[in-house]
């Protein structure tokens, strides 16, 4: 069966430094990776998606994540945090019939 | 094009009672998808169908019922509600059936059940 953990509950960083969320699946095959961001009281938008090729995606909003086959990992990062990126993200391995897996979310508070 | 379409926004309810819940998307996708989201439980996958004319149960289905009424419009019942499903439920639609696509969300609905 298929899963998804996001080890990180609330990470809090100050604004215009970087971040790293943290996401680790298990999957029998090739696995399809999505980062969706949630905005308070919003529903689930797309931030990018992996699924083949090249290893580092880029997504909208300045975010990237780097698939690691070797580490079952897609880690997302941002160079230069702003306010506006508070929010909760979450991390989805995608399967056949749509039934993908979401973890169970990261918010990320951003200090002024 | 205004994507995934829910109704109502906010709802609250007596236990007992019953009421549907509204999805409409209008991208042409294949397939829908309910879900629930409670507090540090991520999204947990209620029941889905993955193309017009079939569903099938998912992580968390009792309690509820779904009629895909068309290719645009996939509907979610609470035959009778329960505080336990107290929850923000959410509709989402992907592009193609029988593939892990990304999909795309509604704006949720926020079920209150007394």
Known sequence: ?112 | NAGVTQTPKFQVLKTGQSMTLQCAQDMNHNSMYWYRQDPGMGLRLIYYSASEGTTDKGEVPNGYNVSRLNKREFSLRLESAAPSQTSVYFCASSDRAGGPYEQFFGPGTRLTVL
């Open chain 1, 1 to 112: 069966a298929q899963s998804v953990t996001q080890p990180d509950i609330h990470i809090t960083v100050s604004e215009g430094a970087s971040l790293e969320l943290r996401c680790n699946y298990s999957y029998g095959a090739t696995p399809y990776l999505f980062w969706y961001v949630q905005s308070p009281g919003q529903g689930l938008q797309l931030l990018l998606k992996y699924f083949s090729g090249d290893t580092l995606v880029q997504g909208i909003k300045g975010f990237e994540a780097e698939f690691k086959r070797s580490q079952s990992s897609f880690n997302l990062r941002k160079p230069s945090v702003h306010w506006s990126d508070a929010a909760e993200y979450f991390c989805a391995v995608g399967a056949f019939a749509g039934k993908s897996t979401f973890g169970d979310g990261t918010t990320l508070t951003v200090k002024p």
